[in-house]
């Protein structure tokens, strides 16, 4: 169980703070059942849900350490871009890595669709909608989790992560 003040993250909404444990009164609610009230670092809004939720997963949000691990991964990481018959398919399979809510997962699509946006351009094409969707998903996820975990402002996770990725690979 979460404590008041634990970084979790709550589902598709990212990173959300346990403001506290509640009982509650409300008619058609088990009173003996604890609820988190979880306040969105990164939307505005509160969220009211049962500490033994199964339908929306809930964990404890990735260490600094394991952040960077992650962003030393980059330089070695071969994104394949995702290609789909139909977008309905690509939808799906941004869809799975979306809801994995692993961060790995996450990373790599992001670096899928970057790719994919690189080979649009080349075309002198833009990428499409469902991409742009999901990469911007993926990024405010992942970002939101790396900004958490290593203690730096949102706006700053993409250049942290580039710069770090820049000293990785000058030295080889």
């Given at each position: 169980?979460f404590?008041?003040?634990?970084?979790i993250?709550?589902?598709?909404?990212?990173?959300?703070?346990?403001?506290?444990?509640?009982?509650?009164?409300?008619?058609?609610?088990?009173?003996?059942?604890?609820?988190?009230?979880?306040?969105?670092?990164?939307?505005?809004g509160?969220?009211?849900?049962?500490?033994?939720?199964?339908?929306?997963?809930?964990?404890?949000?990735?260490?600094?350490?394991?952040?960077?691990?992650?962003?030393?991964?980059?330089?070695?990481?071969e994104?394949?871009?995702?290609?789909?018959?139909?977008?309905?398919?690509?939808?799906?399979?941004?869809q799975?890595?979306?809801?994995?809510?692993?961060?790995?997962?996450?990373m790599?699509?992001?670096?899928?669709?970057?790719?994919?946006?690189?080979?649009?351009?080349?075309q002198?094409?833009?990428?499409?909608?469902?991409?742009?969707?999901?990469?911007?998903?993926?990024?405010?996820?992942?970002?939101?989790?790396?900004?958490?975990?290593?203690?730096?402002?949102?706006?700053?996770?993409?250049?942290?992560?580039?710069?770090?990725?820049?000293?990785?690979?000058?030295?080889?």
């Amino acid at each position: 169980m979460f404590q008041p003040g634990d970084l979790i993250l709550y589902g598709t909404t990212g990173v959300c703070k346990v403001q506290e444990i509640v009982h509650p009164n409300k008619t058609g609610t088990d009173r003996n059942r604890p609820y988190y009230l979880l306040k969105p670092l990164y939307q505005d809004g509160v969220i009211y849900t049962p500490a033994e939720n199964g339908k929306v997963p809930m964990r404890p949000i990735i260490s600094a350490k394991e952040a960077n691990a992650l962003i030393d991964l980059i330089p070695t990481v071969e994104p394949e871009v995702c290609r789909a018959p139909t977008l309905q398919a690509l939808s799906q399979l941004y869809q799975s890595a979306v809801r994995s809510h692993d961060c790995r997962d996450l990373m790599e699509m992001v670096m899928s669709i970057y790719a994919k946006q690189k080979q649009a351009e080349a075309q002198k094409r833009r990428l499409g909608m469902v991409d742009e969707r999901f990469m911007r998903q993926a990024e405010n996820l992942l970002y939101g989790e790396f900004s958490s975990a290593l203690g730096i402002p949102f706006d700053e996770v993409q250049p942290y992560i580039a710069g770090r990725v820049a000293r990785l690979t000058s030295k080889s």
